[in-house]
């Protein structure tokens, strides 16, 4: 069967704050929410995934010394046309950049990628025009699952 399925099936708008969070680790989050793989009604050839939010994207970090010696490249398809820039420089030119890239590289390589891709709005700053539309914040559902398990663990002892 060659065909895939469209129909929506109750799509989340999610929020990321990008704010000192890894590129790899949190390119691949957003992936899996993007493709919907968390969800238990999830077949590979369904599109099934949910809208993601991505805000401070310019303050996304990297480990070790990647920061200066990571390389972009891209060729203009003309003799001599391979360009590159390093991570630093790139981000200075396209501040969403990055994260987009890792993150277009997650998705897997079919019909349904630019679909999955589609759903992603990537911010570079705090603001965003879709704050009605948030469903599932991950920054405070994180807080108030760690100061519950504060609460817990103070009244154990």
Known sequence: MNTTSTSVRGRVWHLVDARNRTLGRLAQRISI???????????????????????????????????????????????????????????????????????????????????????????ADDDHPYAQNIMRDHEKEALETAIAAAEAAAKKK
Request: charged share 30%.
């Open 33 to 123: 929410a993007l493709r919907g793989k968390y969800k238990p009604i999830f077949h590979p050839s369904d599109d099934v995934g949910d809208y993601v939010v991505v805000v401070n994207a310019r303050h996304v970090r990297l480990t070790g010394k990647k920061e200066t010696d990571k390389k972009y490249f891209w060729h203009s398809r003309w003799m001599g046309g391979l360009k590159e820039l390093n991570h630093e420089e790139f981000k200075a030119e396209h501040p969403n950049g990055p994260l987009k890239k890792a993150i277009y590289g997650m998705l897997p390589k079919n019909n349904l990628r630019n679909t999955h891709f589609a759903r992603l709005r990537i911010f």
